[in-house]
């Protein structure tokens, strides 16, 4: 049975291809829980971690929808058993996550070569720092502070950081950089990774 596509992007799946995204939503949490550590320079609650790479796997493998499916439930079984941020810090890492994936594997569905992943993930790191940046501005860190206060956050953000001092200068000097880090690291493991477990994925 062929998966469904509207527009070239697929929007249904096979028993096999659930199964992948399953088990590649289940590298990611675990990736997500024991394997993120802060970054000197940034304020502590940006940790860096590589839970996006097996998303970005599997939008390369099955379309740009795969990548989105595996953030969410990455992010939903996160939320039920390991959150502490009441749901903020998981839409946080969704909506990143979502902004880098689905544009690197929607460029690569329509054109499938090693141009095209490069080009896509490029594309995904520009769009994945832009939406954060707006993201973390208008939503989530208003969202923070209805949990802790503005002062409190303004203060671990100084702490990891001594040029930001507000909202503004914490985009300018931690997020956009952050996920400029995030989104080229996790994309040159995926260019040395991808030729290696993609004939696994397609089998």
């Known amino acids: 049975m062929q998966a469904e596509r509207v527009k070239g992007i697929r ?36 940790k860096f971690d590589i839970s996006d790479l097996p998303a970005l796997i599997g939008a390369f493998a099955m379309g740009p929808v795969a990548g989105v499916i595996i953030e969410f439930v990455k992010n939903l079984v996160h939320f039920f058993f390991r959150s502490e941020t009441g749901g903020v810090g998981n839409l946080a890492n969704f909506v990143v996550g979502v902004s880098f994936v689905f544009p690197a594997g929607l460029v690569y569905s329509l054109n499938k070569t090693r141009k095209g992943a490069l080009i896509g993930m490029a594309v995904g790191t520009v769009a994945m720092a832009f939406l954060a940046s707006l993201a973390n501005y208008y939503v989530l860190i208003p969202l923070y502070a209805k949990l802790y206060s503005m002062e409190a956050i303004l203060e671990m953000m100084n702490k990891g950081n001594k040029a930001i001092v507000d909202l503004k200068t914490y985009i300018l000097y931690a997020v956009i950089p952050f996920n400029i880090l995030k989104a080229a690291i996790i994309s040159l493991i995926a260019m040395l990774i991808y030729k290696k477990v993609s004939p696994i994925l397609h089998r």
Do not use: C, G, Q, W
């Not at 949490?29 to 502590?44: G, K």
């Open 11 to 46: 929007i249904n799946y096979t028993i096999r291809d659930i199964t992948k995204i399953a088990l590649l939503s289940a590298i990611a949490f675990v990736l997500m829980v024991f394997a993120e550590f802060p970054i000197p320079l940034f304020p502590a609650f940006l």
